[in-house]
């Protein structure tokens, strides 16, 4: 059985930097994709980056340039590095893990952008 915990959430200013960890149980880790997605109030939730087993990464344009996946394999644990934070990016961030077919989740973590 995979868990998924999130943590790194909080308030900050636009402008200002978070990073997300989110901490994986089981043994898989090391061969699942990796992700952090998110859903802002009435919204659906949409992919912000993507990481693979080789990691190669992907991002939502939003976020390019801004927002760094990183994994650490020895530790079972996905990062996400978020600069220059806008009010846009206000949302509930979770944490995904993909292998064959089936998805997990984490239980999210709030990111609030404002002022």
């Known amino acids: 059985q995979v868990q998924l915990v999130e943590s790194g959430g909080g308030l900050v200013q636009p402008g200002g930097s978070l990073r997300l960890s989110c901490a994986a149980s089981?043994?898989?880790?090391?061969?699942?994709?990796m992700g952090w997605y998110r859903q802002a109030p009435g919204k659906q939730r949409e992919l912000v980056a993507g990481?693979?087993?080789?990691?190669?990464?992907n991002y939502a344009d939003s976020v390019k340039g801004r927002f760094t996946i990183s994994r650490d394999n020895a530790k079972n644990t996905v990062f996400l590095r978020m600069n220059t934070l806008k009010p846009e990016d206000t949302a509930v961030y979770y944490c995904?893990?993909?292998?064959?077919?089936?998805?997990?989740w984490g239980q999210g973590t709030q990111v609030t952008v404002s002022s």
């Open positions: 089981g043994s898989i880790f090391n061969i699942s994709n």
């Open positions: 995904n893990l993909y292998r064959i077919g089936t998805n997990y």
């Open positions: 990481i693979s087993t080789r990691n190669s990464t």
